[in-house]
């Protein structure tokens, strides 16, 4: 009897800019202060990519290049890359398409995915729907995003929270039962009115006068999105864990959206989880968007053992959510 394929993570990559932004330095552009910012979010300073051409792929491609020296690959092993951003380097060719040329990963094909901050767990469970298919045997998923690029630094409602970074998983093939078990993901375009760039695309072109409006930077109706995550995030989670047959007991980690300390409270007592359980890097990086919870995969990964549930939750604009259910395979 042949047993189920199953997408099983067997390395973490991971880069962030040396450049910080603390709330200190802030302080000096926007009227806000420290103590505000990290009572409200919990963010203490976020890395900045700065240098003149710099995007989106240069941060992927170390990210990758960290995932293939701990997993003793080439990237030209790679089958396929996906990224998913809403920062990419260009509107097209995909910034997957220029990291893996700058990689040199030559037998890989790679497309974006946009998902604003769901943007990992969107790519995850197509990544590992490809794994399952039995096509492809090494998928990696990254999430990466410069938010530098469209923040406006006088806008003290949006700059305080994003910062940048990227982070990625290669998926292989497994029999064990471990990888990526199960994911609920969601969408409702009815949230774009509350958080979303007004000018770039194809409904209203840049311009000279949207250029002058300040359009082509994050918008953000900050109590409406807050509400909506916390329901969110927290319902997805505990609808996930019941599916599964699963309690709080069960769950190693839980791998929360790094948007708002707050939220990510909310989410855990949800699911009936210790704050020991809960991996938490806000207030090192801020909100780098999709690379959040790659990057606290990352972080942790020393951390992790072989058989640990784990729960990886998100909510971003749009609206767009979900959680995954991953069993670590290493």
Not at 114 to 126: K, R, V
Not at 158 to 166: V, Y
Not at 228 to 233: E, L, P, S, T
Not at 291 to 312: A, F, M, R, S, Y
Request: aromatic content about 8%; hydrophobic content about 40%.
């Amino acid at each position: 009897m042949t047993r189920k394929i199953t997408a099983a993570i067997t390395a973490v990559g991971g880069f962030v800019p040396e450049d910080r932004l603390t709330n200190f330095d802030l302080e000096k552009i926007v009227d806000t202060n420290d103590e505000w910012i990290r009572t409200r979010t919990g963010i203490e300073e976020r890395r900045i990519l700065k240098g003149e051409g710099k995007g989106t792929s240069d941060m992927v491609v170390p990210a990758v290049q960290d995932l293939c020296k701990k997993r003793g690959i080439s990237p030209e092993e790679i089958d396929c890359l996906i990224v998913g951003t809403v920062t990419p380097d260009l509107v097209f060719p995909s910034t997957a398409n220029i990291a893996c040329y700058k990689l040199g990963a030559k037998n890989a094909w790679g497309f974006d995915v946009s998902a604003a901050c769901s943007g990992f767990l969107y790519p995850l469970t197509l990544g590992a729907s490809l794994i399952e298919s039995g096509r492809y045997k090494k998928v990696v998923v990254c999430g990466a995003d410069k938010m530098s690029s469209i923040i406006d630094y006088t806008d003290r409602a949006t700059c305080i929270i994003f910062g940048d970074g990227a982070g990625a998983v290669l998926l292989e093939p497994g029999e064990e039962g471990y990888g990526v078990l199960d994911s609920i993901l969601r969408s409702d375009g009815s949230g774009c009115q509350y958080l979303h760039m007004k000018a770039g695309g194809s409904k209203k072109p840049a311009s000279v006068e949207t250029v002058m409006a300040k359009e082509h930077f994050v918008y953000q109706e900050g109590q409406a999105v807050f509400k909506f995550a916390v329901k969110g995030m927290a319902d997805v989670s505990a609808e996930l864990l019941e599916r599964n047959g699963l309690t709080g007991d069960d769950i190693a980690w839980l791998v929360p959206h790094q948007a708002n300390k707050r939220i990510i409270d909310a989410t855990a007592n949800r699911m009936g989880l210790d704050p020991d359980k809960v991996m938490l890097n806000i207030q090192r990086y801020g909100n780098t968007t999709a690379g959040t919870l790659p990057l606290c995969l990352w972080d942790w990964e020393k951390q992790l053992k072989k058989g640990d549930n784990i729960v990886l939750s998100a909510f971003g604009g749009g609206f767009t959510w979900g959680a995954t259910l991953v069993k670590w395979a290493y």
